[in-house]
């Protein structure tokens, strides 16, 4: 992979990670995930990574009717790559978690590349007071959670994804999910450019140490040359210093209120958009230049707006 002069950010907006007692700022509704969505637009993202919450109490949710006003909202109001996840929840069914990616055939989809023990336990140490029964839940039940994709699952979504001419991000959360990525290129079940987003911080996963970053640096290059597009997740505290570090290599970044709710030290962020104007000024400061939606989708390859079934 080589240095760019350009690097695109990836703006998660919400997600099945954190939940609404743990931040006032974190969207739930229709309304609020598009105006967050939006702003992130507006302030550099090019990429919109998107889940769904059911508005009554915030639990994730991959009804398609769920996901269709803030789709229509966000196309309406930005150029921005809308990427639609397949990961949904760790508790969710495979087939559940598919639907809105089969229903709205965006330009690209969120894909992790394994399945893995996802513990979010850890956050009850933080976090004590919950407004709804289902958030204590989930985090406790996660000590014995593995998220389900296997091959068969991987090679299913690939399948419906090249149907409706969708591309991947594939989420690789552990060194085995670049090798299993290898393994659906030689079959030919991919194509490059691949897509690949390091997922770093994550229990079950992959450390958060700048070691643990330039490890997936060196296995990535070994394995797939110059036919891929890096680009930096650190959950948590690690969002902005990973993906300082991993820009200054030549990746691509993602942040957003998914994968951290803070801004710095014991601060929340007060938005997503926050997050991707921090991260773009240090893209700046780095001499890199910021990618718009149509140079995204020109270094990814994507089918472009216009084809997708929202």
Same mark, same amino acid.
């Given at each position: 992979?080589?240095?760019?002069?350009?690097?695109?950010?990836?703006?998660?907006?919400?997600?099945?990670?954190?939940?609404?007692?743990?931040?006032?700022?974190?969207?739930?509704?229709?309304?609020?995930?598009?105006?967050?969505?939006?702003?992130?637009?507006?302030?550099?993202?090019?990429?919109?990574?998107?889940?769904?919450?059911?508005?009554?109490?915030?639990?994730? %949710?991959?009804?398609?009717?769920?996901?269709?006003?803030?789709?229509?909202?966000?196309?309406?109001?930005?150029?921005?790559?809308?990427?639609?996840?397949?990961?949904?929840?760790?508790?969710? %069914?495979?087939?559940?978690?598919?639907?809105?990616?089969?229903?709205?055939?965006?330009?690209?989809?969120?894909?992790?590349?394994?399945?893995?023990?996802?513990?979010?336990?850890?956050?009850?140490?933080?976090?004590?007071?919950?407004?709804?029964?289902?958030?204590?839940?989930?985090?406790?039940?996660?000590?014995?959670?593995?998220?389900?994709?296997?091959?068969?699952?991987?090679?299913?979504?690939?399948?419906?994804?090249?149907?409706?001419?969708?591309?991947?991000?594939?989420?690789?959360?552990?060194? %085995?999910?670049?090798?299993?990525?290898?393994?659906?290129?030689?079959?030919?079940?991919?194509?490059?450019?691949?897509?690949?987003?390091?997922?770093? +911080?994550?229990?079950?996963?992959?450390?958060?140490?700048?070691?643990?970053?330039?490890?997936?640096?060196?296995?990535?290059?070994?394995?797939?040359?110059?036919?891929?597009?890096?680009?930096?997740? +650190?959950?948590?505290?690690?969002?902005?210093?990973?993906?300082?570090?991993?820009?200054?290599?030549?990746?691509?970044?993602?942040?957003?209120?998914?994968? %951290?709710?803070?801004?710095?030290?014991?601060?929340?962020?007060?938005?997503? /958009?926050?997050?991707?104007?921090?991260?773009?000024?240090?893209?700046? /400061?780095?001499?890199?230049?910021?990618?718009?939606?149509?140079? /995204?989708?020109?270094?990814?390859?994507?089918?472009?707006?216009?084809?997708?079934?929202?």
């Amino acid at each position: 992979m080589a240095l760019r002069s350009k690097a695109i950010i990836t703006c998660a907006v919400t997600g099945a990670i954190h939940t609404p007692s743990m931040s006032p700022h974190l969207p739930v509704t229709a309304d609020e995930i598009a105006t967050a969505a939006i702003d992130a637009a507006k302030a550099g993202a090019a990429i919109l990574h998107l889940h769904a919450r059911d508005p009554s109490d915030g639990r994730p %949710s991959q009804d398609p009717e769920l996901f269709r006003p803030f789709l229509s909202a966000i196309k309406a109001a930005t150029n921005a790559v809308i990427n639609i996840t397949t990961g949904g929840s760790p508790h969710m %069914s495979v087939e559940e978690r598919m639907r809105p990616a089969t229903t709205f055939k965006p330009e690209l989809a969120s894909l992790n590349m394994g399945s893995m023990n996802f513990g979010l336990f850890p956050m009850l140490n933080r976090f004590k007071e919950f407004k709804h029964p289902w958030e204590r839940e989930n985090l406790e039940k996660s000590r014995d959670l593995v998220f389900k994709n296997t091959f068969q699952d991987i090679e299913n979504i690939l399948k419906l994804g090249k149907a409706n001419g969708t591309r991947f991000e594939f989420e690789c959360y552990d060194i %085995s999910h670049l090798n299993n990525l290898k393994h659906f290129l030689d079959r030919g079940l991919v194509q490059a450019p691949l897509f690949v987003q390091s997922v770093f +911080g994550i229990l079950g996963g992959i450390g958060s140490d700048p070691e643990d970053l330039m490890h997936m640096h060196r296995t990535a290059t070994r394995l797939f040359g110059d036919r891929f597009c890096w680009s930096i997740l +650190g959950a948590g505290r690690g969002q902005i210093p990973l993906a300082t570090m991993g820009a200054a290599m030549g990746a691509n970044v993602r942040v957003g209120l998914e994968d %951290s709710l803070w801004i710095g030290p014991g601060r929340l962020a007060a938005s997503s /958009a926050e997050q991707v104007a921090r991260i773009r000024v240090i893209l700046e /400061a780095l001499n890199i230049d910021v990618a718009t939606p149509d140079e /995204a989708r020109e270094i990814l390859q994507l089918k472009g707006a216009e084809n997708v079934a929202f």
